[in-house]
């Protein structure tokens, strides 16, 4: 392939997706160091330019074949819209002259082979079409989700009601069958605009050229074998699935330098971890967004505290009253006023605080790290997954229920944490009972097991001759074919 050919990447904004994008890119060009990547960037308008921004600029510096191109950012008021997912579709579809521009400017000094987009970018599609560019989707979840997205027009003709007044079970081909309750919170009502977004893009994803998934052959083997034989889509053809994955980041996108240092050098966490006995210690964080009210945050102090275990946890401020700061990056929290009275000093023996962020993939793959408590995001499925840790799934948001649910009842690495209480309350008895139980019960070693074999299947899949480097060698041969 010619040295000025280009795939363009297109993210959807939020830190998770970027980074998923910018390791395909990375994952593409050390196999295939012939090409150049370009990601097109759109900030959304709250605060999040400051720590993406730091992270651009160090993968310019270590990765200068990978190029960021910003877009204009549409004047938009976050306020005005009704949810996240709301504000970014219009933000998305409000870019699409800009991505047009950016298209049409980088064809004339490189060939584009192939226009890359995330799943919220679906309006983006047309835009390729119209200018003759081969287009395919990033799915930055994995597989079961995939196939529940295919799947989600005939789901969509089946019935008349929203998923949240269906009494049944749901029932998709090859996949476990789904309360109503655990679809993607922007599914759940049929009248809403979000619903019709995705009701879109799921109809579009089999318009594509192909969709990449990040994911690899052995950790969802079933469901990527159905996807090919065309289940979820009975009224026309499947586009190409290929399983790139796991692409992980090495320092979780965050940080300075080398992987678990922060600025000055290695964060305490890990220090703390280093006197700690070989897999002795849980460690519970969920994700970027993932906020529990102050409640809630007291109730896992105490299961944490009666589990009797060691456990390393990241705590950030509760959900804030103020509608107008629901974008904004939250404060960092005074752990002294948000836990029981004492908590502090009566487990500092045994456990570690962090306020708001810690290096995740570093603490994973730490040794004495022995399970994790996690919000199933699939980033953080996939790290643990490449560390070989076992999970409590306890999902907060987006499609994490779906995902609790594959690694619990199909993949067997996670034990689930019961939050079908009222409001999704869950009380310190059930935290103390999933913490205990992952860190020793007959149960949770056959999921250790698992998750160790799991570990060695993940890195065998990105080596030289693994699944997921075979498949991008077919994917960039399929470009070739297209010049």
Not at 254 to 278: I, N, R
Not at 451 to 460: N, Y
Request: with cysteine; glycine share 8%.
């Amino acid at each position: 392939m010619a040295s000025n050919r280009t795939i363009v990447l297109y993210p959807s904004p939020g830190m998770g997706h970027l980074v998923s994008m910018v390791e395909l890119g990375k994952f593409t060009l050390n196999h295939h160091p012939g090409l150049a990547v370009t990601i097109l960037v759109v900030n959304p308008p709250y605060n999040t330019a400051a720590s993406t921004a730091a992270y651009m600029n160090r993968i310019s510096a270590t990765t200068p074949s990978i190029t960021f191109h910003h877009l204009p950012s549409p004047p938009l008021d976050p306020d005005s819209y009704p949810s996240i997912e709301a504000l970014h579709f219009e933000l998305l579809r409000l870019s699409n002259p800009h991505v047009h521009q950016a298209l049409h400017s980088i064809s004339l000094t490189a060939g584009i082979s192939a226009f890359i987009i995330d799943f919220f970018c679906t309006c983006a599609l047309s835009v390729a079409t119209n200018l003759g560019i081969p287009t395919y989707y990033f799915f930055t979840s994995g597989a079961n989700c995939l196939a529940l997205l295919l799947y989600l027009r005939t789901l969509h003709q089946s019935t008349n009601k929203s998923y949240k007044d269906l009494g049944e079970l749901l029932h998709v081909p090859d996949l476990p069958p789904i309360p109503p309750r655990d679809m993607p919170v922007p599914l759940l009502e049929r009248t809403s605009p979000e619903y019709a977004f995705f009701l879109d893009a799921a109809t579009q994803l089999a318009n594509s050229s192909g969709i990449l998934v990040n994911t690899f052959e052995s950790l969802e083997p079933n469901i990527l074998k159905s996807i090919a034989d065309g289940k979820y889509v009975p009224d026309g053809p499947t586009p190409p699935v290929f399983s790139l994955g796991p692409l992980i980041a090495s320092d979780n996108g965050k940080g300075g330098g080398a992987a678990g240092e922060t600025g000055g050098g290695v964060h305490e966490c890990l220090k703390w971890l280093d006197m700690q006995p070989s897999q002795s210690v849980v460690f519970l964080c969920f994700g970027s967004l993932g906020r529990f009210p102050a409640e809630q945050l007291k109730e896992i102090a105490i299961g944490l505290e009666r589990s009797e275990q060691k456990f390393l946890w990241v705590v950030r401020s509760p959900p804030s009253e103020d509608k107008t700061s629901r974008f904004q990056t939250p404060p960092a929290p005074g752990l002294d006023l948000l836990l029981p009275h004492g908590f502090l000093d009566r487990t500092k023996d045994r456990g570690f605080m962090v306020s708001s962020w810690a290096p995740q993939v570093d603490v994973l793959n730490h040794g004495s790290v022995g399970g994790f408590v996690t919000h199933c995001g699939w980033n953080s499925v996939l790290e643990a997954v490449r560390a070989g840790v076992p999970m409590v799934g306890w999902p907060l948001y987006a499609e994490q229920k779906l995902n609790k649910l594959f690694l619990v009842e199909e993949m067997k690495l996670a034990l689930p944490m019961d939050e079908s209480t009222e409001g999704g309350f869950v009380k310190a008895a059930e935290i103390e009972k999933r913490v205990r139980g992952l860190m020793d019960s007959e149960e949770a070693k056959v999921i250790r097991q698992r998750a160790q074999a799991k570990k060695e299947e993940a890195k065998q899949a990105m080596a030289d001759g693994g699944s997921s480097t075979v498949a991008l060698a077919k994917l960039v041969e399929s470009w070739r074919k297209l010049e």
